[in-house]
Each structure stands twice: as C-alpha cells, then as structure tokens.
T-cell receptor, first 112, second 112 residues
C-alpha cells in the first residue's frame, strides 16, 4: 500500500519554465490537498479538492493551477515558474475534509 | 498577529524527559486541533486529533486543548531519541472545507 505518491521528488527549473507536479493516492480518499513548506513560514495550503470534480483556492494560490483528474490523482501546475516558488511541495489526502490527512514525501523544487 | 503561533525552538532534552510543546491561536472559531510529526526530509504524519476541548491520550502522547485560553499542548512522556523531529500544530474552524492552519513547527531533539 503506497499511500500518497508524489512525482518527481526533486526538480530544478529555470525562471519562466512550466511543469506539473503529480500526486496519486491509493486509499480511496475523497479529499486531496497541495501545500508548500518554506523555512520560517510553515505549511501553507495552495489548493484543495474536497471531492472529485471540485477544486478550491487555499491561502497561496497565485501562480498555480490544479486538476483533479479523477478520485486518485490531483496535479499541481506551475505555468511560468518564478524564484519565489522555490519550496518543498506536499500533496495530502483524507477520507473527508478535516479528517486525518496523509502526506506524501514531498517534491523539492528549485527555480533559478 | 498570525492566527497560529508556535515557538520554533530548537528544543533539546535528555532521553526520558517529559516534553511540552505548545501553540496559541487567535481565532475563537477553531474547533479541530491536530499535532503532526515531521522527520527531516519527510512528509508530516498525524499524531493526535482533537475536536473541541479536552484531553486525548495515546501511549506516551497527550494532547490538551484549552479553548478559553486559546492554547493547545502536546506532552511526550519518557521521550526517546526517535522522537527527535519537528512537531507541527494545525487547526481549523468548524465548517472549514479543508484549509488547515499550521503553526511553523517546533524542532525537538532528544539526546541519548
């Protein structure tokens, strides 16, 4: 049972490049989330999907888009990467909103 | 004032000590309170989950919520070197659709 799987684990982008972070869960969870974690800032919610077919903005959505592809998969897209988006990105899922959230191992993204 | 305040530490204790970790918050609407543990370069994992006020115990871990003081605590008894990690508090108001508000985390080191 893999839980929450994120790909890639590491990525270096040049300013202006685009990329998609992939997340998949195999726990039949309804809700999925994308967070970013920065030193001194803690975890901040970028976007979430309370259930399949819905997505909503979190605290820091600017510069990002998301797609809930199906119940298992929730992707995060950076259309034009900026150095301010250098961070560790975590995907998480839960059976329902606010119940126990399981986190992936993170994607370390550097934008140069 | 941030909604959730957490002393970042670092906190260093000898093995076997009782550890007290704390968060304060300003939003009286918060009803869901959680503690996550995060090992270095890993995703957070849920330790304790409390709804509204009161205490909850799980093995060596006890979570307390004092809503009148807007203060939550996590106690670790008989601390072990394997407890060395960053501890994150998180909370959300009733009716929230998923936006957990995290503290910045307290880094704990338990010395053998």
């Amino acid at each position: 049972n893999a839980g929450v799987t994120q790909t890639p684990k590491f990525q270096v982008l040049k300013t202006g490049q685009s990329m998609t972070l992939q997340c998949a869960q195999d726990m039949n969870h309804n809700s999925m989330y994308w967070y970013r974690q920065d030193p001194g800032m803690g975890l901040r919610l970028i976007y979430y999907s309370a259930s399949e077919g819905t997505t909503d903005k979190g605290e820091v959505p600017n510069g990002y888009n998301v797609s809930r592809l199906n119940k298992r998969e929730f992707s995060l897209r950076l259309e034009s990467a900026a150095p301010s988006q250098t961070s560790v990105y975590f995907c998480a899922s839960s059976y329902r909103v606010l119940l126990e959230a399981f986190f992936g191992q993170g994607t370390r993204l550097t934008v140069v | 004032q941030k909604e959730v305040e957490q002393d970042p530490g670092p906190l260093s204790v000898p093995e076997g000590a009782i550890v007290s970790l704390n968060c304060t918050y300003s939003n009286s609407a918060f009803q869901y309170f959680m503690w996550y543990r995060q090992y270095s370069r890993k995703g957070p994992e849920l330790l304790m989950y409390t709804y509204s006020s009161g205490n909850k115990e799980d093995g060596r871990f006890t979570a307390q919520v004092d809503k009148s003081s807007k203060y939550i605590s996590l106690f670790i008894r008989d601390s072990q070197p394997s407890d060395s990690a960053t501890y994150l508090c998180a909370m959300a108001p009733r009716g929230s659709q998923g936006n957990l508000i995290f503290g910045k985390g307290t880094k704990l080191s338990v010395k053998p």
